[in-house]
């Protein structure tokens, strides 16, 4: 029944939309074509912000600098339960969704879908946002050249979300520790 519903919401949507439009005499394709011009033109402006994120992210992983951490910080990991494979889950996160996205595949394709490290990355991945993206990205589109707290925030949020998405990973999938 759900499946079947979840197919004419969308249509259903759409239908009502047009409806109150005409019932209420907007130009619907008019507006249409407006809210589409001004689509391209937001994404025209963001194009330099996210090329820059992205040379920024490649640099970082192609340096070796994410493996360094790992290695650094590996006995200290294990001796908080924390799979040394989801510590560049951990960096990415803040920077970039598609990067995080690769590397939890690779995580999930080394250790297999049911390891402690490939869920310990799938609570993380769900538990944090990408900060810096939608700061230079969002901010940048509307014209914000002073983010003021907003990367702060973003940051605790974002450490917050790390912290907890590795206590509720040791609770949920560690028994020995719970």
């Known amino acids: 029944m759900f499946e079947k519903l979840s197919l004419l919401i969308l249509p259903i949507f759409i239908i009502t939309v047009l409806t109150v439009g005409m019932l209420k005499k907007v130009p619907i394709y008019e507006e249409f074509t407006e809210g589409a011009k001004d689509g391209f033109n937001v994404a025209i402006s963001i194009i330099p912000y996210l090329v820059a994120l992205i040379v920024g992210i490649s640099m970082f992983r192609a340096s070796g600098a994410i493996d360094l951490i790992a290695n650094t910080l590996s006995s200290l990991l294990n001796t908080l339960s924390i799979p040394v494979d989801v510590i560049p889950i951990m960096i ?6 598609s990067a995080t996205l690769g590397i939890f595949a690779e995580i999930v394709t080394k250790n297999g879908a049911e390891s402690y490290a490939a869920m310990m990355a799938a609570v993380m991945v769900g538990s944090s946002e990408t900060t810096f993206y939608v700061l230079s990205v969002y901010f940048g589109s509307i014209g914000i050249k002073k983010f003021r707290y907003a990367i702060l925030a973003g940051i605790i949020a974002d450490i917050t979300g790390i912290i ?6 040791r609770y949920f999938f560690l028994p020995n520790i719970a």
Do not use: M, Q
Not at 92 to 97: A, C, E, I, M
């Open 92 to 97: 990415t996160r803040s920077l970039s969704g």
């Open 164 to 169: 907890l998405a590795v206590l509720v990973a």
